[in-house]
């Protein structure tokens, strides 16, 4: 099925809302290099308006974009009849294939892992401070897990409607 203004609006929210996602983790990696725990000793009103004010900074539509990252690159392969076979990674569609399995395990990582983690840590769900403490350790290794599966993604996503099925 060929629609030229469906795939247009596809790749369009395709590449901004993944610029939007995946920089956003590359953003915070520039900022946040290694991992500092939170201190137990420190303030709670402190840690309040600390987060506050990072959750404002950082947080917003980034995991939304997710969402219309994933959904239009699997429109995109459906509507070029590319869907089952990029999934099963049969011949050239393997290198695609193989970045929207690596999308989708972010996705997953992003929504199931990071997500309901950081909506301790960030006050969303009440939390004990010893709780925000281990919750801010699993945040920072996952997102540093989404920004590492980003460069392998994308140069799948390149090779895999560049010129690896003319090899």
């Avoid at 060929?2 to 901004?16: F, M, V």
């Avoid at 996602?21 to 590359?26: D, F, I, R, T």
């Avoid at 900074?57 to 509507?79: K, P, T």
């Avoid at 011949?91 to 997953?108: F, V």
């Amino acid at each position: 099925m060929q629609l030229p203004l469906l795939d247009l609006l596809a790749r369009y929210a395709h590449l901004l809302f993944a610029l939007v996602w995946v920089g956003h983790n590359y953003a915070n990696f520039v900022q946040n290099p290694r991992f500092v725990p939170l201190q137990n000793g420190i303030d709670v009103a402190t840690l309040n308006r600390d987060l506050e004010a990072r959750m404002k900074r950082e947080h917003g539509i980034f995991r939304y974009a997710s969402l219309v990252v994933w959904a239009s690159g699997m429109l995109m392969l459906w509507q070029r009849g590319w869907l089952p076979g990029a999934l099963l990674l049969e011949g050239p569609l393997a290198a695609i294939g193989l970045g929207a399995w690596i999308g989708t395990a972010m996705l997953l990582n992003l929504w199931l892992v990071l997500w309901p983690h950081q909506k301790k840590l960030l006050g969303f769900v009440p939390a004990t401070l010893e709780e925000r403490v281990r919750c801010s350790r699993i945040t920072f290794l996952s997102s540093r897990s989404n920004t590492i599966l980003s460069i392998p993604l994308l140069f799948l996503m390149a090779v895999g409607s560049h010129g690896l099925h003319l090899l």
